[in-house]
């Protein structure tokens, strides 16, 4: 059975592992347009803060895919899928065929689509390329721009002022993760960023970036203020990679869509990990979500079924992640993906807590802790029972412990 895999995350290289160590005899082929193997990318934060060595981000080498029996294919660009003759097109030249496809190509960061914008010091953060140029313009920046209402936004700001850049956050938007977030949880998290010396702008984007011998030296606002600057980082969402799907009969919407198997529209083409727009059971709907564990456990199930199995995705995805000195934890489902869902929240400022809780119909199918963890077991357990919570409980359901 010929196995090819489209791109080398966490989600495509688990996948890869778990087929060799059950199958000895499959060919698997794992495919990749970066020169690396799997390296961590939830380590890169702590990368740019010079908190780890690269060594302690990269999970994987090639000699490590050859041991494994794994045939490991760096710097190559899966340019377009045929179903009918089952194979890839790989830029530069060349097809591949395969029995069973995994597509977990995850995303690409939006650039900073402005004049000026491609300059070599301006950063998005998504690649270790793109991490080792962000830390090199750090080691000599005196003061930086930061861009976007995103994770990512806050990851490039706190790096910055871990390396005591002077940074100004500029949000479109009124407050970060705005669509997650309501006024008070904006104004906590705006707080806390103050008191870690950010200068924090909302309301106005990048009109342009002034470009002086090759690199940016400042940024000008929509609202015409001038911003001098030795780098900018930029974290304005993703795109995800499924362009190389068009016309392959591969069904897609925002990523690839999936039953809860993993399953595309297409027999024996599979999609895991950030890419995948998945049947989620737990929650009854399609979600996506992009986190670390979640491509972890994809790549697991997608294993399973590309070897014959049948095992559904059942899992309540989540995110954790430092803020500052405090910490941000996600549950499950959240307005970001899911406009239509209603909340509940509390915030307190002098105890810097933010809680948040999601519901759709009458079940708890999110949450959003900021400051305390307090309830989460309890709250994910009660995402993953669907156990009703009558709208007179909700505000009861902020104190779980
Ligand atoms: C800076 C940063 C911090 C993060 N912090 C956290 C965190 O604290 N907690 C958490 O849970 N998650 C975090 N995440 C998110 C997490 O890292 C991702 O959800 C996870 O790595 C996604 O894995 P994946 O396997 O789906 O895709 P990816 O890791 O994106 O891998 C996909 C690979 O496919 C390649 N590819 C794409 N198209 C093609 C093609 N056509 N041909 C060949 N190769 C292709 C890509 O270049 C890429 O190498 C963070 C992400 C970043 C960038």
Redesign the pocket.
């Known amino acids: 059975m010929k196995h090819v895999i489209?791109?080398?995350?966490?989600?495509?290289t688990t996948a890869a592992e778990l087929i060799r160590s059950k199958d000895p005899a499959a060919a698997v082929t794992l495919?990749?347009?970066?020169p690396y193997a799997l390296y961590n990318?939830?380590a890169?934060?702590r990368y740019i803060k010079s908190l780890v060595p690269e060594d302690k981000v990269v999970m994987r080498s090639p000699a490590q895919f050859t041991a494994a029996g794994i045939r490991f294919l760096p710097e190559?660009?899966?340019a377009g899928v045929s179903v009918q003759e089952h194979t890839v097109l790989l830029d530069p030249g060349g097809e591949l065929p395969w029995d069973r496809l995994l597509i977990?190509?995850?995303?690409r960061p939006n650039p900073l689509a402005v004049p000026g914008g491609n300059a070599p010091n301006v950063h998005n953060?998504?690649t270790l390329n793109e991490s080792k140029a962000i830390l090199s313009d750090l080691s000599h920046a005196r003061s930086g721009v930061t861009v976007g209402g995103s994770f990512?936004a806050y990851?490039l700001t706190e790096g910055f002022r871990h390396h005591d850049v002077d940074t100004t956050w500029l949000i479109r938007g009124p407050r970060w993760l705005r669509r997650i977030l309501d006024a008070d949880g904006g104004r906590l998290v705006d707080h806390i960023a103050r008191e870690h010396g950010v200068h924090m702008v909302y309301g106005e984007e990048v009109a342009e970036v002034t470009v002086k011998d090759g690199l940016a030296v400042g940024v000008t606002t929509t609202a015409g203020r001038s911003l001098p600057c030795d780098l900018v980082g930029v974290g304005l969402g993703l795109t995800m990679?499924i362009d190389?799907l068009a016309g392959s009969g591969i069904a897609t919407h925002r990523g690839v869509l999936t039953d809860r198997f993993l399953r595309t529209s297409v027999p024996d083409v599979f999609a895991a990990?950030?890419?995948a727009e998945f049947d989620d059971v737990v929650l009854g709907r399609h979600n996506m979500m992009?986190?670390?564990?979640n491509?972890l456990a994809h790549g697991r199930v997608a294993a399973v079924n590309m070897m014959g199995g049948e095992a559904p995705y059942v899992d309540v995805p989540t995110?954790q992640?430092g803020l500052f000195d405090t910490i941000i934890s996600v549950l499950g489902m959240t307005p970001e993906n899911h406009p239509d869902l209603e909340s509940v929240g509390a915030v307190d400022v002098a105890a810097r807590t933010c809680r948040k809780l999601f519901f759709l119909g009458d079940r708890l199918v999110g949450a959003v802790l900021i400051g305390s963890i307090r309830g989460k077991r309890l709250l994910m357990d009660m995402i993953r029972s669907g156990t009703p919570v009558p709208i007179s409980e909700r505000r009861a359901l902020l104190d779980a412990r």
């Open positions: 489209v791109g080398n995350g966490a989600a495509g495919i990749t347009d970066e990318r939830v890169l934060p190559s660009r899966v977990a190509t995850g995303g953060f998504q990512i990851e990679n190389f990990g950030d890419v992009g986190t670390w564990d491509a995110y992640s």
